[in-house]
């Protein structure tokens, strides 16, 4: 069964740099597109940014040039490096994968979310 953990959430001061991991176990990172969310109390889960399988990630506005999204599929990891973080950052951030649409066997799954908190 395939499973993500995710790592690297930390409370760190605005203008700082935070990097989070997320491990994929039980399959192949080279297999799933990829993509980060995050969520804050009382409000939906946000895409941040993607990471498919081929092709070039896409980042919503308010992270771009802010935010770098990459994988190492060798490590099964995939990465989110944040830099210039500001108080709206604040949130739990969350990995998802899923197959592909061609892929016979058909799921999506989530991480268990890391805490970042942007904070004096």
């Known amino acids: 069964q395939v499973q993500l953990v995710e790592s690297g959430g930390d409370l760190v001061q605005p203008g700082g740099s935070l990097k989070l991991s997320c491990t994929v176990s039980g399959g192949a990172l080279s297999f799933h597109d990829m993509a980060w969310y995050r969520q804050t109390r009382g409000n939906q889960r946000d895409l941040v940014a993607t990471l498919p399988r081929s092709g070039p990630s896409e980042y919503v506005d308010s992270v771009k040039g802010r935010f770098t999204v990459s994988r190492d599929n060798a490590g099964n990891t995939v990465y989110l490096q944040m830099s210039d973080l500001k108080g709206d950052d604040t949130a739990v951030y969350y990995c998802?994968?899923?197959?592909?649409?061609?892929?016979?066997?058909?799921?999506?799954?989530w991480g268990q979310g890391t805490q970042v908190t942007v904070s004096s």
């Open positions: 998802y994968l899923k197959t592909p649409s061609w892929a016979v066997q058909q799921y999506e799954m």
